[in-house]
């Protein structure tokens, strides 16, 4: 098959250009390398390679000429970030997923799957499920839920989507630079100098952390397994349904803290329901935290 994957430089991206390329597909790779929180980007050789952005339809519309399936991970990924330039996100979330879509529909793709994110939920009932009203508590959030609408809306023109919602996807190649790295990466990184970690506020907000390795997973069995029409053009969750405390992670990390104020717009907890996840696309995690957080204590 021929993949073209937006944002495949990039973390989760280039995991799942390593996994594509492992199964023998072909890969087609646009990113403009526009995340600040990342170290390096991974550009594999392996891959046709083109440094672009998405928001430019001219420049991106004949690669997709010949395209099977797309995996959509470009973004503006950050919350904090997003508050303090929303224009810039939602132009890269909405107008570049709105034009990743039309290419994909007029180039006659079979599939497009779209990266969420669990933090359409918000401040929403616990455990998170797909069926739950959604709770946007910032303008990421928002281009998030956008950007599913305009899958549901392709969807029922004819191109196949599937929208998967990542909880706090962690692991190698995570953004670590910065004030607005991934809460693991700034760990990692903090670690590594001797530091003592980060923890906002009271350290009493828990999140569903998911290891890129199975998100990568869910990305390419999403595009390549069959689905009934019933089960496309909807959100899926990507998670492990549990979840630990900034506080519990320090705990497991054995290292001192130090804390910095609550920031604003996020929310107090994620916990997916990964019902509808397991029985229609056939996905479940296999990689945990608590391996994670012993290996990097060593």
Same mark, same amino acid.
């Given at each position: 098959?021929?993949?073209?994957?937006?944002?495949? &430089?990039?973390?989760? %991206?280039?995991?799942?250009?390593d996994?594509?390329?492992? #199964?023998?597909?072909?890969?087609?790779?646009?990113? !403009?390398?526009?995340?600040q929180?990342?170290? @390096?980007?991974?550009?594999? =050789?392996?891959? &046709?390679?083109?440094?672009? =952005?998405?928001?430019?339809?001219?420049? $991106?519309?004949?690669l997709?000429?010949?395209?099977?399936?797309?995996?959509?991970?470009?973004?503006?990924?950050?919350? +904090?970030?997003?508050?303090?330039?929303?224009?810039?996100?939602?132009?890269? !979330?909405? $107008?570049?997923?709105?034009?990743?879509?039309?290419?994909?529909?007029?180039?006659?793709?079979?599939?497009?799957?779209?990266?969420?994110?669990?933090?359409?939920?918000?401040?929403?009932?616990?455990?998170n499920? *797909?069926?739950?009203?959604? =709770?946007?508590?910032?303008?990421?959030?928002?281009?998030?839920?956008?950007?599913?609408?305009?899958?549901k809306?392709?969807?029922?023109?004819?191109? *196949?989507?599937?929208?998967?919602?990542?909880?706090?996807v962690?692991?190698?190649? +995570?953004?670590?630079?910065?004030?607005?790295?991934?809460?693991?990466?700034?760990? #990692?990184? #903090? $670690?590594?100098?001797?530091? &003592?970690?980060?923890?906002?506020?009271?350290?009493?907000?828990?999140?569903?952390?998911?290891?890129?390795?199975?998100?990568?997973?869910? !990305?390419?069995?999403?595009?390549?397994?069959? +689905?009934?029409?019933?089960?496309?053009?909807?959100?899926?969750?990507?998670? /492990?349904?549990h979840?630990?405390?900034?506080?519990? $992670?320090?705990?497991?990390?054995?290292?001192? @803290?130090?804390?910095?104020?609550?920031?604003?717009?996020?929310? #107090?907890?994620?916990? &997916? =329901?990964?019902? !509808?996840?397991?029985r /229609?696309? %056939?996905?479940?995690?296999?990689n945990y935290? *608590?391996?994670?957080l012993?290996?990097?204590?060593?």
């Amino acid at each position: 098959m021929i993949v073209l994957v937006t944002g495949g &430089a990039g973390f989760i %991206g280039s995991h799942t250009v390593d996994l594509l390329i492992k #199964q023998k597909h072909t890969v087609i790779v646009i990113d !403009n390398e526009s995340a600040q929180a990342n170290s @390096k980007f991974y550009w594999d =050789d392996r891959a &046709a390679n083109y440094k672009l =952005d998405i928001r430019d339809y001219d420049s $991106i519309r004949h690669l997709f000429n010949g395209v099977d399936y797309v995996i959509h991970l470009a973004a503006q990924a950050r919350i +904090q970030p997003s508050l303090l330039n929303p224009s810039e996100t939602i132009e890269s !979330n909405v $107008i570049g997923t709105a034009n990743v879509l039309r290419c994909a529909r007029e180039a006659g793709v079979k599939r497009v799957v779209f990266s969420s994110s669990s933090s359409v939920y918000g401040n929403g009932p616990l455990p998170n499920k *797909e069926g739950n009203e959604l =709770d946007p508590l910032n303008p990421y959030a928002v281009s998030k839920v956008v950007g599913e609408d305009l899958c549901k809306m392709y969807n029922s023109l004819g191109l *196949e989507t599937i929208m998967l919602r990542y909880f706090n996807v962690y692991g190698p190649r +995570q953004p670590d630079k910065g004030p607005y790295a991934t809460v693991l990466g700034k760990f #990692q990184s #903090q $670690i590594k100098k001797g530091y &003592a970690v980060t923890v906002v506020g009271d350290g009493s907000q828990k999140r569903d952390f998911t290891y890129v390795e199975d998100v990568a997973r869910a !990305n390419v069995e999403a595009a390549f397994k069959f +689905q009934k029409p019933e089960n496309l053009g909807k959100p899926y969750n990507v998670g /492990t349904g549990h979840n630990y405390s900034m506080n519990e $992670i320090a705990k497991m990390l054995g290292t001192k @803290k130090t804390r910095v104020d609550k920031r604003p717009a996020e929310s #107090q907890e994620t916990l &997916a =329901d990964l019902k !509808n996840t397991g029985r /229609t696309i %056939g996905w479940n995690a296999v990689n945990y935290l *608590e391996t994670y957080l012993k290996k990097l204590k060593t």
